[in-house]
């Protein structure tokens, strides 16, 4: 298994975090990488990887929609296992990424779940709620969510039943990529500095 690592992922003493992709970037997109170099640079070791499904369109150029879950957290259980297992580990991603973490989290008794851009709901399916496990999640855990996500907003999130280990961080304006529009005021550099910051943060209060 091909893993990506940035920062000090080799100190056994530095707190790690395992950032999977989402359903249609690879773990070197600039969301990905962006993402992985800031962290980096607040000394938090990234570690990344990516599901069977990506590795066959990097094999041969085709793209392929998203394994079955089955596969996809069994892919996320190898990737623990290759890491030592779970002590110390924070376990997270983009969207898919973060969301198959989530249903693992508690099984694998990992440090802490960070989810960037969590898809509540499929596009356009407000009713199909993605949120049953995270009512009675007991990992402590950080979602980083635009508040104009349309995969779940601000208005919307605000109204579910979600566990008290769960925080939130709001990045005003943000669609499903921490991205505000220009007439916010804010950048999208900003949001992901911001989101960098309070996941370091995190991070190193839970990976220890």
Not at 67 to 82: F, G, M, P
Request: glycine share 10%.
């Amino acid at each position: 298994m091909q893993l990506l690592k940035n920062g000090p992922a080799n100190r056994k003493d530095a707190p790690l975090f395992v950032l999977a992709h989402g359903a249609g970037a690879p773990m070197d997109s600039p969301f990905m990488h962006t993402m992985a170099e800031l962290l980096a640079d607040r000394d938090i070791g990234v570690v990344r990887f990516e599901f069977p499904y990506m590795v066959e369109r990097r094999e041969n150029g085709k793209k392929r929609p998203p394994n079955k879950q089955d596969v996809l957290l069994e892919t996320w259980r190898e990737v623990i296992a290759e890491l030592g297992g779970p002590n110390k580990l924070i376990i997270g991603g983009k969207s898919m990424g973060g969301r198959m973490a989530s249903l693992i989290a508690d099984e694998q008794q990992v440090a802490g779940l960070v989810c960037l851009g969590y898809p509540f709901h499929p596009p356009g399916k407000p009713e199909k709620l993605r949120t049953e496990h995270l009512q009675d999640l007991q990992t402590p855990s950080l979602i980083v969510q635009g508040t104009r996500d349309k995969l779940g907003d601000l208005e919307e999130v605000e109204g579910y039943d979600l566990s008290s280990a769960i925080e939130l961080l709001w990045l005003e304006d943000g669609d499903h990529d921490l991205k505000p529009r220009v007439k916010s005021g804010f950048t999208h550099d900003q949001h992901l500095q911001l989101a960098a910051e309070k996941i370091a943060e995190f991070v190193r209060k839970h990976g220890v």
